[in-house]
């Protein structure tokens, strides 16, 4: 393993192991890797010698804390849209390619996972949680959408969870990831590197992580989850809205704090992320996948995304001026365009 590769795809023993090695990014994903892990994928289907894949990271920090949103940023500012809608293609391709897998795919996590590193994660079989397992979609906050696949996965979270993590774009640990179904193992930190050699052995998997599994308690978020049932509920986006205002009124800080909190998100993220949650319950993955590449095709020659990584990534400013600059400005036809069908620049997927 060599230390300028940022992804090392290679057989040890009975499972394909690949290897996230872009620490001081984070391991945001780059094409590079998109496109080693989809050939590391093709190459182990039909290999009988793997019989699992399982994903590591070097980092201690994060999984992957997402794409490389700076260099997509840049390409865009210089009209390179062909490139930006060549990776999130691939991407999104590839996302699918893991959801219908063959084969079990085990993602030890531990650390970071937002963005990209959810989509190269939580469509496989098996997501196991260190103590430092940190999930987010806090794509709103730049302009952007929770793609890769949350049009999908967040949707089915019960009790209106996945429509508070795509809104908010908030925060959670290895427990509340547990209780709603986003992680399924709990593991201590200090187990994991012995945890991904026992993967590469022959035993069954289900019994390898059995022997590791941590059971956790209740997380944070337990004792506001009936008032994220009750105000991510809501039917419309101006209800959720009126719902926590309403949960506020009646004292819940909580409440108070995601009202504060999606008030700096873009408008038209929250509002593309809130119908992308409605829409989304009722696809299957791969038209959902082509719905994110309807959107990102559009948001690729917008306003907010340059902005929001302007003001958070570029200027660090946190003070983005997004266009319009209210939820209440924001026009339902407009975010219905994001999800116009694309003709024959429709997402191509097999199966």
Same mark, same amino acid.
């Given at each position: 393993m060599t230390q300028d590769q940022e992804i090392i795809c290679e057989i040890r023993g009975a499972?394909?192991?690949?290897?996230?090695?872009?620490?001081?990014?984070?391991?945001?994903?780059?094409?590079?890797?998109?496109r080693e892990l989809a050939r590391a994928l093709d190459a182990w289907e039909n290999d009988p010698q793997v019989t699992r894949v399982v994903?590591?990271?070097?980092?201690?920090?994060?999984?992957?804390?997402?794409?490389?949103?700076?260099?997509?940023?840049?390409?865009?500012?210089?009209? @390179?849209?062909?490139?930006?809608? $060549? /990776?999130? +293609?691939e991407e999104y391709i590839l996302n699918h390619r893991i959801k219908t897998y063959p084969k079990p795919y085990v993602a030890l996590i531990d650390g970071i996972v937002m963005g990209g590193g959810v989509g190269i994660s939580l469509h496989g079989s098996h997501r196991i949680a260190g103590d430092r397992y940190l999930f987010a979609m806090p794509e709103v906050g730049i302009g952007f959408f929770p793609d890769v696949g949350a049009t999908y996965a967040l949707p089915r979270l019960a009790d209106g969870f996945g429509r508070f993590l795509a809104l908010t774009g908030?925060?959670?640990?290895?427990?509340?990831a547990l209780s709603v179904g986003l992680a399924t193992h709990g593991m201590p930190s200090e187990r994991m590197a012995e945890l991904a050699d026992a993967l590469t052995g022959r035993g069954a998997l289900d019994e390898i992580l059995a022997a590791f599994s941590l059971q956790r308690g209740p997380?944070?978020?337990?004792?506001? @989850?009936?008032?994220?049932?009750? $105000? /991510?509920? +809501?039917?419309?986006l101006p209800e959720v809205i009126a719902r926590l205002d309403k949960a506020a009124a009646n004292g819940s800080a909580f409440a108070g704090k995601l009202l504060q909190t999606i008030a700096t998100k873009s408008p038209t993220s929250v509002a593309i992320a809130f119908e992308q949650m409605r829409r989304g319950a009722g696809l299957d993955f791969a038209e959902a996948m082509r719905t994110e590449y309807?959107?990102?095709?559009?948001?690729?020659?917008?306003?907010?995304?340059?902005?929001?990584?302007?003001?958070?990534?570029?200027?660090?400013?946190?003070?983005?001026?997004?266009?319009?600059?209210?939820?209440?400005a924001v026009r339902q036809a407009d975010i219905d365009a994001y999800f116009a069908l694309?003709?024959?620049d429709e997402l191509k997927l097999e199966g």
């Open positions: 499972a394909g192991v690949v290897v996230l090695n872009r620490p001081k990014a984070l391991n945001a994903l780059s094409l590079g890797m998109v994903v590591i990271s070097t980092s201690e920090k994060a999984f992957s804390a997402g794409g490389d949103i700076r260099w997509l940023h840049d390409c865009g500012k210089v009209g @390179r849209y062909e490139e930006m809608l $060549a /990776f999130w +293609g908030e925060r959670i640990g290895a427990a509340d997380g944070p978020l337990q004792a506001e @989850r009936a008032v994220i049932a009750d $105000a /991510f509920g +809501g039917e419309t309807r959107i990102v095709s559009r948001i690729a020659r917008g306003h907010d995304f340059y902005e929001g990584v302007r003001a958070v990534v570029i200027d660090k400013d946190q003070a983005p001026r997004w266009q319009p600059a209210t939820l209440d694309l003709g024959a």
